[in-house]
């Protein structure tokens, strides 16, 4: 039988520990190594994001100008005045057919160069929504749309109230479901009513008895910066009873007062028409020409005043002074890019002439 020296056994326990000990150093140097590499990836990263932080913003300021020339420019289009439709290049149609009519040919609105970075911009008009600050005063429509966003009975109540509050110039709660600052500072966080009107939609969240769901529809989701809408509801008629959608698909806070029947989509139209989807969907039938298709070449929009009726049917005497034909208040998002940062901004323009927008307001995303 081969002996093994009790010194020797020793030496060779020391040595596999030595081995052990180097190994697990040599791992632990390596992830440190690796972690001082990402963390210094990621502050490089954030150094030249901050580096860039002005010139992003002027690329976006660049992307608004650009955004009113092309308003501009297509309240200038003979065969286009007079009315804002979904086939006009400014929304992202094709734009007029005759080519001698047509000063975005060739253009187009999706990565644009500029100096050394790009741009996208995409334009909404706000009158194809609902005024939220017009309708808190039309309790019927108002209750109409909340039971559209899915708000029973009580939810239509408390909203109904807690908006009035939110909205009115005082400080004194409505009997039964109002809420003012009393209510809202003692909640976490706290915050004051605001007393005053909606200047952004989002304002509705802050008010009693606005649910993430009531807001964005059912189709929700919750983020780690907050909710979100991960869907919309399901198109008009496309079941027998339409999916509730969110207040945010139905309101805005700033235009005209009146909604662009060329623009505005089919819930909202419904709610005007007293909630009749039927109509409203022939509207839409009308309005979207033979494809079916809202933003295309064979689309029929009503091209002013007069020619509503002709989208209306029956119903025009009723409703036709509910509607327009003309946008005059515009979101303007633009994305943009210079080297790896990226960042998005929006602006909202409001016409004041017939060549001249004035900015409301200008923001990062």
């Not at 966003?149 to 039964?176: C, K, N, V």
């Not at 409703?319 to 034909?325: R, Y």
């Amino acid at each position: 039988m081969r002996m093994i020296h009790p010194l020797k056994d020793r030496v060779n326990r020391r040595r596999g520990v030595a081995l052990v000990i180097v190994l697990l150093t040599l791992f632990a140097l390596g992830g440190m190594a690796a972690i001082f590499s990402y963390s210094m990836k990621v502050e490089t990263r954030l150094a030249m994001n901050t580096g860039n932080a002005t010139e992003l913003e002027w690329l976006a300021r660049s992307g608004v100008e650009l955004g009113k020339w092309i308003l501009v420019q297509q309240d200038r289009i003979p065969s286009e005045r007079g009315f804002h439709a979904l086939n006009q290049f400014w929304a992202g149609g094709p734009g007029p057919l005759e080519s001698a009519d047509n000063p975005f040919a060739g253009m187009s609105l999706r990565d644009i160069e500029v100096g050394e970075g790009r741009i996208t911009v995409e334009i909404e008009d706000t009158e194809r929504f609902l005024n939220i600050n017009t309708v808190s005063r039309n309790p019927a429509l108002l209750d109409l749309a909340l039971s559209r966003a899915g708000a029973d009975a009580t939810d239509s109540t408390i909203i109904s109230s807690a908006l009035a509050d939110w909205m009115d110039r005082d400080d004194f709660p409505q009997a039964g479901n109002g809420a003012e600052s009393e209510y809202y500072l003692g909640l976490d966080p706290p915050y004051r009513a605001k007393n005053g009107p909606i200047d952004d939609v989002r304002e509705l969240l802050l008010v009693r008895g606005v649910s993430p769901q009531i807001f964005w529809g059912l189709d929700y989701r919750t983020t780690d910066l907050g909710t979100e809408p991960a869907a919309l509801g399901s198109p008009l008629g496309s079941r027998d009873q339409p999916s509730p959608i969110g207040l945010v698909s139905i309101f805005g806070a700033l235009s005209n007062g009146r909604v662009n029947i060329n623009t505005a989509r089919p819930e909202v139209i419904s709610l005007l028409l007293g909630g009749n989807e039927s109509l409203a969907g022939e509207i839409l039938k009308i309005r979207s020409g033979y494809d079916g298709t809202d933003g295309t070449e064979d689309d029929q929009p009503a091209r002013g005043g007069g020619d509503i009726p002709r989208l209306l049917g029956p119903a025009g005497p009723g409703f036709q002074q509910l509607f327009t034909t003309q946008s005059a208040t515009f979101s303007i998002r633009v994305s943009v890019q210079l080297g790896p940062a990226k960042r998005a901004f929006n602006a909202l323009i409001r016409r004041t002439g017939a060549r001249d927008y004035q900015t409301l307001y200008f923001r990062q995303e």
